[in-house]
């Protein structure tokens, strides 16, 4: 299984940018699926959560800026970030929970910089 993510880029504060995680098979029946962040020089962070029945978690400092979303049709899972600030500037990484493997994608990065 393959996750493929991607619509990283430059965008000043404020800003917004929506981020899609490509999955490569179903994402049916996947427990959660989650974003998580690394900025420089920082440890990975967890951002936001889909869990299978729909409930969604975010970490505090995106709270009511970011949106996780999923599209069972496109087998996608997408992150909408509005109201970006500097330090939300990181590599994002899209994750799944199949069963009892955890599936990692290729990070991609988001600068927030005037």
């Known amino acids: 299984v393959q996750l493929q993510a991607s619509g990283g880029g430059l965008v000043q504060p404020g800003g917004s940018l929506r981020l899609s995680c490509a999955v490569s098979?179903?994402?049916?029946?996947?427990?959660?699926m989650s974003w998580y962040r690394q900025a420089p020089g920082k440890e990975r962070e967890w951002v936001a959560r889909?869990?299978?029945?729909?409930?969604?978690d975010y970490v505090n400092s995106v709270q009511g800026r970011f949106t996780i979303s999923r599209n069972y049709a496109r087998n996608t899972v997408h992150l909408q970030m509005n109201s970006l600030k500097p330090e939300d500037t990181a590599v994002y990484y899209c994750?799944?929970?199949?069963?009892?493997?955890?599936?990692w994608g290729q990070g991609t990065l988001v600068t927030v910089s005037s």
């Open positions: 994750s799944a929970v199949m069963g009892t493997a955890i599936l």
């Open positions: 098979r179903s994402i049916r029946g996947f427990k959660s």
């Open positions: 889909i869990y299978g029945g729909g409930t969604t």
